[in-house]
C-alpha cells in the first residue's frame, strides 16, 4: 500500500498526539516562561511532526531518513525542556509520565520508519 501523505503515516499521527499533549503542558508554565521554556517546548514539539512532514515530501530515502533523525533529536530535545519543567514545578510527576508515555511510543515508530525507509535503500 502507498502512502499518498504524511498525515496517513502513523508515526506523523503520534507525533501529533504528542505535540497537542505537550501544547497543553506549556499552558501550565509561568508568564515568565513565554519567551523561554515555553517557547523552545513549543518548537521542539512541533519540529518533531515538521520534520517528518518534509522528509515526506523529500525524493531521495535517504534526505528522509535524515530528516526523521532530526525529528528523533527534537522530540529527545522536548523530553529534556520537559523534564526541566518537572524540576521547575511546573507539571507534576504524572504528567511527565504521560509525556514519557507518548515519547516511547512516538520514539518506537520513529526508529520503526526509519529502519524501514533503510531497507528501501536497497
Known sequence: MEISSFENLEVWKKGRELRIFV????????????????????RSSRSVTNNIAEGFGRFHFQENIQF????RGSLTET????????EENYITNEE???????Y????????????YLKSQLK
Open 96 to 102: 511527565l509520565g504521560d509525556f514519557r508515555i507518548l
Open 104 to 115: 516511547n511510543d512516538t520514539l518506537k515508530l520513529l526508529n520503526g520508519y526509519i529502519k
Open 68 to 71: 526523521c533523525r532530526v525529528a
Open 23 to 42: 501544547s497543553g503542558l506549556c499552558k501550565k508554565f509561568p508568564s515568565q516562561e513565554k519567551y523561554a521554556l515555553t517557547s523552545q517546548t513549543l
Open 79 to 86: 523530553l529534556d525542556h520537559l523534564i526541566i519543567a518537572r
